[in-house]
């Protein structure tokens, strides 16, 4: 009939686009790019982004030098476009054109470069007709328009689909890409489409005279439903390419006797419906989740659920997605979509409002919870107990967050866990080698003891199935194909066919490889132990990967000043708003002076040890350290050598005897008489960065310090519990697991000797003795995780030191000092808080001084405050922009003067 050769026309035009595309594959294998950008002209094509002459323009430019692939393409344009190619090789667009009064006119024909959509458009009635927006490659008869049409044959649009080219190049991709480790199955596709187009055109150059009519659509659905095996996606949409063959798709029970189902979508589904799929795909990421979606539709398929019950299985899977959701209650159509509503608002929906409720507003417990609004009608439920309305929950709501909605970041692996995870990822695959071989090998050896008992001649007919002998297809192909490589699918023929032959040969080359491969992971198992050995320390420390050089910057004179300058500016802003007196701009808490000695201690051997440092700067250097600071901290003077006497005249003897006082009841008690009281110091910047950098020494050292405490005390209770549980007989004695595993090495220095231990190794650090490699793996070896602290210690060393250079040698610092004394001397320079009223003039008059002399820095309030045993160190910036021309001293007193204060206390005298 015409229906049935019309159908067997567009049926040809699929097998000659699949060929088409073959055939652009073979001509440009040598440059892959060209037939890419050919897949993405088609794509943007479907996408709208160009017009046909568009995409005939830029194909006739990509195939040009190829005249008959540009000529190939004209099977696929729309009715009236065509393109020609002349001697000169320019191809030109022959595109329709119709007269304003609706008669057929010439064919307009313009070059291919100059092509417009100006003639495409029909913004007017008696413009030319709008050509098809897409290049359709109809599957079916396709006549469903209201519009006439040239041909005579109209079957009903129920019956029809249309299907596009790059459907198909679609199609095929996809196949290829599924089966990148099987070519085979690839290449054998491609030669069944190959037979069957050969066939169906040599049945039509016979025009039927031949007696056997070619491969039917039932086998040829057959043969490719038994080659893609367990991929149901793929032959749903092979369904669409042979239509009639409806056997096999009962064979393969796609079939429905539903009007409206996803067995007629898989038959005859439209691009939408396939482009539908492919969103879902790519959206769940999940191949098992995709699969646990088609089971649901193929349930609705079998009329195992109602299209209520379908769109409920559903919801979980396509609920995030309105979207998709929207369009899939489309698909099942206005009756099932009446039966979803109905069926949803009888079991899930009574009493309202179920779908209504914003539960993004609602309120929250955790992040997986939200509660029901107080105007949310219950569902009515008449079985329930008093038990049941006490315990049951109806409030909450579960509210999970899937894990493509978390906006948690997990932190990234450092070097040595990727190095870890390397070797384990190395050390897997040389495993699963090993055991597939090893379980090749069992099954062989099982198939040649079967083979021993029988006799010559039934040898001869033993034959083995795909598995081998086996009870898997796969795990003994990848044994003979890792071993064999391209010569496996001949060895597995052989094995097939031959056992008795093959068996014995295969097996002995799989037992040497067996061998072979074993010893290999003995020497693999030394490289793999010393590599563990090097990076699980360093695993498990992810802050000292970032901490070194985040510290350098954080520890450079800039840094330190751009600090305090932004805290001077936010409190200049509150203050503005606020008003108030200010607090000091930092503050920083000494909690045991036995640091500073510490501190003191290594800064003094550097000092020592420095060959650019001349002596009389290292003897002025070593006074501030030892006497100088400890002074401004209420601390212990340190000790100097007879040419090293801090000669300080201004210092009072009982000042001296104060700050030297030793243990005991009596230090107690003068400890407690210090309580409350402080120093007063101006500073410059240079003093500013030294101060600075001495509190970052000392709090690390006291980090330091404390964790070692803490390991310690740690370590005895575990020692006590061990113990204790092994008296009691309810454990063996323990060890530590991870040197039993030869991750870390004993540690070589006892548990209570840490921190004396850390302050040796930092100087044989400062020495050149210690490698600085060496020194974070020891620290990590003892502090773990917390080492990481006292990687730079020696940088702030080395930076406290060349500040000090600068105190010494510097004018302005020298100032600074001798101006600090002069005021200590009279009582400006601190004392008791409980006096400090008292002070307040001559503190005044300090700081104007000080102001003067740093004229040309910035100049800084520093506190030294005891309470308590600790000491505090504040720090303020000056606004030295309004200093007074005189001393604040002088100017109260002439005022006093000038009122004649002391006249009238002459007269009282």
């Known amino acids: 009939t015409a229906y049935t050769s019309l159908q067997l026309t567009m049926q040809s035009k699929v097998e000659d686009a699949l060929s088409y595309l073959d055939q652009v594959k073979i001509r440009f294998a040598n440059d892959p790019g060209i037939y890419n950008k050919f897949l993405d002209i088609m794509k943007e094509f479907k996408s709208q982004s160009i017009d046909t002459p568009g995409v005939i323009n830029r194909v006739s430019q990509l195939f040009h030098g ?57 913004s007017t009635p008696a413009g030319p007709p709008e050509p098809p927006s897409r290049l359709s490659l109809p599957l079916t008869s396709r006549e469903s328009q209201n519009q006439a049409t040239t041909s005579s044959v109209s079957p009903p649009a129920s019956e029809t689909s249309p299907v596009e080219f790059d459907s198909a190049i679609s199609y095929v991709n996809k196949i290829k890409n599924r089966f ?55 032959l749903a949409e092979f369904g669409q390419f042979l239509p009639d063959a409806k056997r096999s798709l009962k064979k393969m029970k796609y079939s429905c006797t539903k009007d409206q189902s996803f067995a007629s979508v898989g038959k005859h589904g439209v691009l939408r419906e396939f482009s539908f799929f492919d969103k879902v ?36 899977f396509l609920g995030k997605f309105p979207e998709l959701y929207t369009q899939f209650k489309s698909f099942l159509g206005d009756k099932e979509l009446s039966h979803v509503v109905s069926g949803l608002s009888d079991r899930y ?96 050896e099982s198939v040649q003891k079967k083979l021993s008992r029988l006799s010559p001649e039934d040898q001869d007919r033993f034959r083995l199935d795909d598995c081998l002998g086996g009870t898997s297809e796969v795990i003994q192909r990848r044994a003979v194909y890792r071993i064999y ?149 209420f601390s212990r003077r340190g000790e100097l050598s007879d040419t090293e006497d801090w000669t300080d005249e201004e210092v009072e003897p009982e000042e001296v005897v104060e700050r030297g006082i030793g243990g005991g009841a009596a230090a107690a008690a003068h400890q407690k008489e210090m309580d409350g009281i402080y120093n007063l110091f101006f500073v410059n910047n240079n003093w500013y960065f030294f101060l600075r950098l001495h509190q970052t020494l000392c709090s690390r050292l006291l980090r330091v310090y404390r964790q070692a405490e803490r390991q310690l005390l740690e370590h005895r209770a575990e020692q006590s519990r061990e113990r204790l549980l092994v008296a009691e007989g309810r454990r063996e004695k323990a060890c530590d697991l991870a040197m039993e595993l030869r991750l870390k090495q004993p540690s070589e220095v006892e548990l209570e000797e840490y921190y004396p231990a850390f302050l040796d190794m930092v100087r044989s650090l400062l020495d050149g003795n210690l490698d600085s490699t060496q020194y974070e793996d020891t620290l990590r070896e003892m502090f773990t995780i917390h080492a990481y602290i006292g990687f730079t210690i020696d940088k702030v060393i080395h930076n406290i030191i060349r500040q000090l250079q600068h105190l010494v040698s510097d004018e302005v610092c020298l100032q600074v000092v001798d101006l600090y004394l002069a005021e200590r001397k009279r009582g400006a320079a601190g004392g008791n808080l409980s006096s400090q009223c008292v002070r307040s003039a001559w503190e005044t008059s300090f700081q104007w001084k000080a102001e003067r002399v740093m004229a040309e820095e910035n100049c800084f309030k520093v506190m030294f405050l005891q309470n308590k045993g600790h000491v505090t160190m504040t720090v303020e910036l000056l606004d030295t922009e309004e200093a007074q021309a005189d001393d604040p001293l002088d100017v109260q007193v002439n005022t006093l003067l000038q009122n004649g204060l002391f006249r009238c206390l002459n007269k009282i005298i």
Not at 186 to 204: C, D, G, M, P, S
Not at 366 to 388: D, E, M, N
Not at 399 to 417: A, H, I, N, Q
């Open 66 to 122: 190829h005249p008959d692939l540009v000529l190939g393409f004209n099977a696929f344009l729309p009715p009236g476009y065509r393109i020609e190619v002349p001697k000169n090789g320019v191809a030109f667009l022959q595109s329709p054109v119709t007269a304003a009064n609706n008669e057929a006119g010439p064919a307009q024909t313009s070059e291919v470069k100059a092509a417009s959509s100006e003639s495409l458009s029909s």
């Open 180 to 234: 990148l480790d099987h070519p085979e199955i690839y290449r054998a596709f491609l030669e069944i489409l190959h037979t069957y187009q050969k066939e169906q055109l040599e049945v039509k150059e016979s025009r039927g005279n031949r007696s056997s009519s070619g491969m039917t659509e039932d086998e040829v659905f057959s043969k490719v439903a038994s080659l893609f095996k367990g991929q149901e996606d793929l």
């Open 281 to 316: 795909r790519r959206l769940f990421k999940s191949q098992e989740v995709y699969e646990n979606f088609l089971r649901c539709i193929a349930l609705f398929n079998q009329e195992v659920v109602s299209g209520a019950e379908l769109l409920q299985l559903v919801t979980p």
């Open 349 to 444: 929906m009574e009493g309202g409002g179920g779908r209504e409720v914003d539960y993004a507003s609602c309120k929250r417990l955790g992040s997986s919870y939200r509660a029901l609004p107080k105007t949310y009608q219950q569902p009515k439920c008449s079985g329930r107990t008093a038990l049941c309305k006490e315990v049951l929950n109806d409030t909450w709501v579960s509210f999970p967050s899937w894990s493509e909605d978390s906006t948690f970041v997990s932190s990234k692996k450092t070097p040595y866990e990727e190095q870890l995870h390397r070797c384990e990822d190395e050390r897997f695959e040389l495993d699963v080698v090993l055991e597939t071989n090893l379980a090749t090998i069992r099954v062989l």
């Open 485 to 633: 490589g391209d010569k496996a699918p001949e060895i597995i023929e052989g094995l097939k066919r031959s056992p008795a032959t093959a068996v014995p040969v295969v097996l002995k080359r799989l037992k040497a490889k067996e061998e072979e491969w074993r010893d290999a992971q003995q020497g693999f198992n030394k490289i793999w132990r010393e590599q563990y050995e090097k990076a699980y320390l360093k695993s498990l420390d992810h802050q000292g990967v970032n901490f070194k050089q985040n510290d350098m910057k954080a520890l450079r004179s800039k840094s330190l000043l751009n600090e305090i300058e932004s805290v001077y500016d936010e409190r200049q802003e509150q203050s503005t708003e606020e008003g108030g007196v200010g607090e000091p701009h930092m503050v920083f808490t000494y909690e045991d002076k036995q640091i500073l000695e510490d501190a003191a201690s290594l800064i003094i051997y550097h000092v020592k040890r420095q060959p650019t440092i001349h002596k009389d700067d290292k003897d002025h250097i070593k006074r501030i350290i030892q006497h100088f600071v400890p002074d401004l901290f």
